[in-house]
């Protein structure tokens, strides 16, 4: 399995960069559908527990709607539908990340969170050649004891999202 420097290079610049002076990296873990995932640390603003959203017309399904956080419209996406498993029956017990990327804030609904993780380069993995990267959104893999976590890309999410939204609307 290759590690380090192709892994680390996949990533967003920043994680990159810090990888690559030797300091690790902070991640927030996630469940979505009993599959780990992790995002940046420093892209993430606050966790707060689902509430209900306001659904806008038109939009593609896995678009829950907006949420008003003290006086910011944030899009609410279900991660768990965007990557085809279907529609989260969202309940108290799911959480919204808000993250901060490219200037732009945005909400992801996930199961759980599960850890703060640290991570060293050698922690860090290529995806397969073969592997579908979960629509693109996947930069790399990290190594946590026995679990294998997806490591999201939002500036690509969000992108990739922006565009089918688009698409769907037939913008």
Known sequence: MMTTKAGAAA?????????QEGRPVQFVAFKVNGHD??????????????SDVS???NMPPYVRGVLNLRGNIVPIFDLRCRFGQG??????LHVVII????????GILVD??????????????????????RDGCVCGLLTAG??????????????QSLTAIA???GI
Do not use: C, Y
């Open 167 to 169: 698409a769907h609307q």
């Open 112 to 133: 759980a969170v599960s850890d703060i993780l640290k991570a060293s380069s050698d922690l860090l993995r290529d995806l397969p050649e073969q592997g579908d990267g």
């Open 99 to 106: 993250l901060l990327v490219q200037g732009r804030t945005i």
């Open 55 to 57: 659904s806008l017309p």
């Open 11 to 19: 990533m967003p610049t920043a994680e990159r960069t810090k990888l």
């Open 146 to 159: 026995d679990r294998m976590i997806a490591l999201l890309d939002p500036a690509r999410l969000i992108n």
């Open 87 to 92: 529609l989260t029956e969202a309940t108290r």
């Open 37 to 50: 995932f992790a995002v940046d640390i420093m892209a993430v603003q606050e966790i707060k527990a689902w």
